[in-house]
């Protein structure tokens, strides 16, 4: 864990930056709560998005995952399970916000990442690129599709009603 995190520590520096980041997908919120302990002194920005949403983008990229009633329900629950956890761990090195939000009103969100990080000057036309975009290996990182993209997977009413099941009182 920790040479990772030397790795991005020394990239981030011999690029000549003080802060750096990294992007983590957290599936469970378990493989998370360790981490702000393993890491005392650092901040961190939670970032989630609208549950039908998540898993329409899940189902597109993992259908397997998607097989039973029982399946769409675990899903649910955990999505709420993860939102929980964050919004516990809310404080002033861990900022939550949602991702909707966030994109519809930026700045208000940029200024809090500003003084949550210790920075000023964010370049505000970074909210115009896709955030998941890899200059490295996305063809055109301005925002259209390309061999990696998934649409999202539809998702039917019952499938809904199975995801809310655990979630309604989070998701509200």
Known sequence: FYGIVRLYRSDAESLGFDRWGLKHQIRDQRSFETVPELLPR?????????LLAVARSAKARSPGDFK???DYRRF??????????????ESRRFLVMRYEDFVAEPEPFLERIEALAGVT????????RRINANPLTDRDVRGSENETYRKPAEITDKQTELLMADAQETYE
Do not use: C, P, Q, V
């Open 42 to 50: 650092a901040r961190f920005i939670f970032i989630y998005r609208e």
């Open 68 to 70: 039973s009633g029982a």
């Open 121 to 128: 000057g964010i370049d505000r036309s970074i909210m115009d």
């Open 76 to 89: 649910g629950d955990n999505w709420a399970r993860n939102i929980r956890t964050a919004k516990a761990l």
